[in-house]
């Protein structure tokens, strides 16, 4: 693993009295893809959620290129250029591609690929050919697109992608992941929370897997493939 680009000691996350992470550990090289695995409901979302900031009961000591994101808020988090893409997409329907792309605009950022429409539209080439397209007319892949699209407008040094293949078609699947390896290509830092083994074979250096809030397991993807007694503990279904 390279340097460390995101860090994560001791979170604990809360909603309300249920305790749904305990103790979680890890860390993000720069320049990596990194795969957090587990099944429905074993903490891979509120894990992403717990680091942007968006989970108000939490604690632990989380940095981010070296700055303590602890206690930041998700704006302060986001400015620092940690980039974030929702299982839910929260596109704006209402809105046309180039409009949803303009909202994510941010300026360039030192150590960042710089990311134009037309950049994005070379990567995404679905998404060229909607551009005045209302984002409420598309469909679940292009939405999921649009979203990870608007988010690398603001030139982010790493992206958090919740559950990036979910109900997508075979297809879309397959050009989502030739996506994420062109990302990594340009120097980009990719963290997925994922299900399904073989999309995150497809696109990552490392794993970890998570069951009932606990990191349970961490290793080189080729050695997460390799261990049937790991996938059948917490992977299969």
């Not at 860390?27 to 891979?44: I, Y």
């Not at 979302?45 to 989380?62: D, K, N, P, Y």
């Not at 206690?71 to 893409?85: D, H, K, N, S």
């Not at 699947?173 to 994922?194: D, F, P």
Request: hydrophobic fraction near 40%; charged fraction near 20%.
């Amino acid at each position: 693993m390279t340097s460390p680009l995101l860090t994560v000691n001791g979170l604990n996350s809360f909603y309300g009295r249920a305790h749904i992470l305990a103790d979680v550990d890890l860390q993000v090289g720069a320049g990596e893809v990194v795969a957090l695995m587990g099944r429905n409901g074993a903490g891979k979302s509120t894990t992403f959620r717990s680091i942007m900031g968006l989970v108000e009961q939490r604690r632990g000591a989380l940095s981010f290129g070296g700055a303590d994101i602890s206690t930041a808020e998700p704006f302060e988090i986001a400015r620092l250029g940690l980039g974030y893409v929702p299982e839910d997409r929260r596109i704006f329907t209402e809105l046309t591609v180039m409009e949803n792309l303009e909202v994510g605009r941010q300026p360039a950022r030192a150590g960042s690929p710089t990311w134009t429409p037309e950049r994005l539209f070379d990567l995404f080439p679905n998404l060229a050919e909607m551009r005045d397209r209302p984002g409420g007319r598309m469909s679940g892949g292009e939405q999921q697109m649009l979203t990870i699209a608007r988010t690398l407008m603001g030139n982010p040094r790493m992206i958090l992608l919740d559950e990036p293949s979910e109900g997508l078609a075979p297809r879309i699947v397959e050009m989502m992941a030739n996506a994420i390896v062109a990302l990594k290509s340009q120097g980009l830092t990719v963290m997925l929370c994922e299900q399904n083994l073989h999309f995150a074979a497809l696109v990552s250096d490392r794993a970890y897997v998570i069951e009932k809030g606990r990191i349970r397991y961490q290793g080189t993807m080729a050695a997460l493939q390799a261990d049937d007694e790991v996938r059948r503990a917490y992977l299969t279904m």
